[in-house]
């Protein structure tokens, strides 16, 4: 429905006195800090790796900035299609109807980030907590597998609830549940409606307040009664914010601020108590005696299942420090818990090899469910998926620091690792079936060891190509390419044979670069000679674009159609002259020209004796040594010898591609 223009302007005085009023938060808001100017400067920069880092750091990527630009506008307007994805996956608002949103549309360089904006469709912009809060919610309703540990009954109604969040969302609950952690059941009172207490649960589990409240006749009480009860229930558990949501839930911007609010202080709280009580508690063992440790299932941080993760062989200060957090020593834990088993600390390190440790994590089914692996075992019929007097260990194939670092993404949804750790936690996010936390270390490893790769090779004088020290990464391109494949992450693969492509010369003559290109050739199963080999079409794809690109930004193209007129073959001629020493004008004869040639000649050999290649002074040389008139004469001659080395590779492999 169109607007009048009164109406309009009478919405947005509306708007703007409620932004006075400190009760509406713009979208867009103005941000002068420095970290917001460096996420800008590498948007127009197109530096993935910064803007990793500064999302990472917390920067609101939807701000503006003093010129009234936000990051994601920067990053379409300079044609930074990888930025602008990256922007998108992280929450970037793009809404269609917005003054914003309209600006990225039509201020998008090209047609590819035109159309990558429109795949995400403004209005659906990636919210990064919604499956964290979709889960919390599910939780009030799923009875497969049984996770909750109390019981709340009202008039004829009854609610299984988890203590843990519980505890960490109400001050209420958190006090009575810290002075009886045993407690089963707990009973509201008859003056308070059922569906009250429903709907402060669902607020309480990151839900939605339904506009609906539920009162009328035949449900025994009427809709005033209902608001009376959630207000005397939200000033109970002091959960004011309840009572103010309620309110707010007939204006749909501030109702929908308001949630934004709630979930994101829901996960503050959920990651203080996950900090607090299932980090501070894990517990470090020898591997030996990992498996006979007895932790009581009625415990103060009510976990009801152990994850064990072992020592790895070449490191034994793994476990020493995780997140800057250190971990009690064997038979030892941090805080006051019930039933938790303190025995004698173990013997001293051998003087010849230290023994394993192990380091178990108490946790919560509740929130392991996030992952397939979990949900699947503890769904069957399975040892772990049993009732017991101790809980369950159940083992992991990962390190400690990975394992703490799933557990994190489970209770959080935060995933800040280092690029050394990122195949690591793919590997373990692929063998957990955790699909985001997957997709989220491919993007650190696409991003951050991407370095600051140009959008066209830079070439120095003599035509190789010089990588930034950004560039030199922490990262084994290899290993990259082959966990791709073997987690089937495609972006994984791209990235790999885009870095290949853009530093082709630095591995083209490596063999381990050719068993990479026959492990690719022989993933085709039934292979057959007129198959393609799907490594090096992407590395082919992406060689040809970082020496088209240069052309494509410059309008190179275009000049050179242009200047193919009358009298080109005699410029061409003369500038190839004139990079052979000869100027037009002068005459050198025979004699002359015999002389520069054998005084070249003569350079080429003492260079050669040298073990270097001569430089004339301004000269540009391919990667072959050769002269090339001018750096995109270069670019080309170099493309071609970039491919014929592919050629001679499929040959030297037997390969046809």
């Known amino acids: 429905m169109l607007l009048r223009k009164d109406q309009l302007e009478a919405s947005l005085h509306e708007e703007k006195k409620l932004i006075e009023d400190g009760r509406l938060k713009e979208d867009n808001p103005l941000d002068l800090s420095e970290g917001f100017n460096k996420l800008c400067e590498a948007c127009r920069r197109g530096d993935l790796k910064l803007c990793q880092e500064m999302i990472t750091e917390g920067v609101n990527i939807n701000a503006r900035d003093r010129f009234d630009y936000s990051p994601l506008i920067l990053a379409s307007l300079c044609g930074h299609y990888e930025v602008v994805r990256l922007l998108l996956e992280s929450g970037a608002l793009c809404e269609r109807d917005t003054f914003q949103g309209e600006r990225c549309l039509y201020n998008a360089l090209n047609d590819r980030i035109r159309n990558l904006l429109l795949s ?93 409240l539920g009162g009328g006749p035949g449900t025994g009480f009427s809709e005033d009664e209902i608001l009376e009860g959630i207000d005397k229930i939200s000033k109970h558990l002091e959960i004011r914010s309840l009572w103010e949501a309620v309110l707010e839930s007939d204006d749909r911007r501030l109702s929908r601020q308001r949630r934004t609010e709630e979930v994101g202080k829901g996960r503050s709280q959920l990651e203080e108590w996950f900090l607090n009580n299932v980090l501070k508690h894990k517990v470090l063992v020898d591997m030996e005696k990992a498996d006979k440790v007895k932790w009581d299932s009625n415990n103060g941080i009510f976990a009801d299942v152990l994850l064990r993760a ?56 509740a929130m392991l469910l996030r992952s397939e692996f979990f949900s699947t075992m503890f769904s069957s019929g399975f040892r772990e998926a049993q ?45 957990l079936l955790i699909d985001r936390l997957k997709q989220k270390a491919a993007l650190v490893i696409s991003t951050l060891g991407n370095g600051t790769m140009p959008a066209s090779a830079d070439t120095d004088i003599v035509g190789t190509t010089n990588p930034s020290a950004e560039d030199e990464e922490n990262i084994d391109i290899y290993d990259v390419v082959r966990a791709g494949w073997l987690t089937r992450v495609p972006r994984l693969e791209e990235f790999g044979a885009r870095y290949f492509a853009y530093r082709l010369e630095n591995y083209i003559d490596e063999e381990e670069f050719a068993d990479l290109i026959r492990e690719s050739a022989w993933r085709i199963k039934g292979r057959q000679e007129t198959d393609s080999i799907e490594l090096l079409d992407d590395i082919r794809y992406y060689l040809s674009e970082r020496f088209r690109l240069r052309f494509e930004d410059t309008g190179m193209e275009d000049m050179l159609d242009e200047s193919n ?93």
């Not at 002389?595 to 301004?618: C, T």
Request: contains cysteine; aromatic residues 6%; proline residues 9%.
């Open 120 to 212: 995400y469709d403004y209005s659906k912009s990636a919210d990064p907590l919604q499956p964290f809060a979709a889960h919390i919610t599910s939780l009030l309703t799923r009875n497969t597998p049984q996770t909750a540990d109390i019981l709340v009954t009202a008039v004829g109604e009854s609610f299984h609830l988890h203590k843990f969040i519980l505890s960490a969302r109400s001050p209420y609950f958190r006090k009575k549940l810290s002075a009886a952690p045993e407690t089963t059941s707990w009973k509201i009172p008859p003056a308070i409606p059922p569906q009250a207490f429903g709907i402060a649960m669902r607020y309480v589990y990151l839900g939605e307040i339904p506009t609906e």
């Open 310 to 365: 072992d020592q790895p062989f070449e490191d034994p200060q793994d476990n020493a420090t995780v997140n800057g957090s250190q971990t009690p020593p064997p038979g030892t834990t941090q805080g006051s818990l019930n039933n938790i088993p303190i025995g004698p600390a173990s013997n001293p390190l051998s003087h010849n090899r230290p023994s394993r440790k192990s380091t178990l994590f108490p946790a919560h089914r």
């Open 565 to 657: 007129g009358p009298g080109q073959g005699e410029a061409d001629e003369n500038e190839r002259m004139a990079v052979n020493g000869v100027d037009e004008g002068v005459d050198v004869g025979m004699e002359g020209l015999s002389s520069i040639e054998a005084a070249d000649n003569k350079g080429r050999e003492e260079g050669d004796r040298d073990g270097e290649v001569p430089q004339m002074a301004g000269a540009i040389r391919t990667l072959d040594g050769e002269i090339a008139g001018d750096e995109f004469a270069s670019d080309a001659m170099n493309y071609q010898i970039l491919l014929g080395k592919i050629d001679k590779l499929l040959d030297r492999l037997k390969l046809d591609a």
């Open 387 to 431: 009732a017991h007097a101790h809980l369950q260990i159940i083992p992991i194939d990962c390190s400690p620091l990975v394992l703490e670092t799933v557990l994190t993404f489970l209770y959080t949804e935060k995933a800040d690792f280092p690029l050394d750790m990122a195949i690591d936690v793919l590997f373990a996010a692929d063998l």
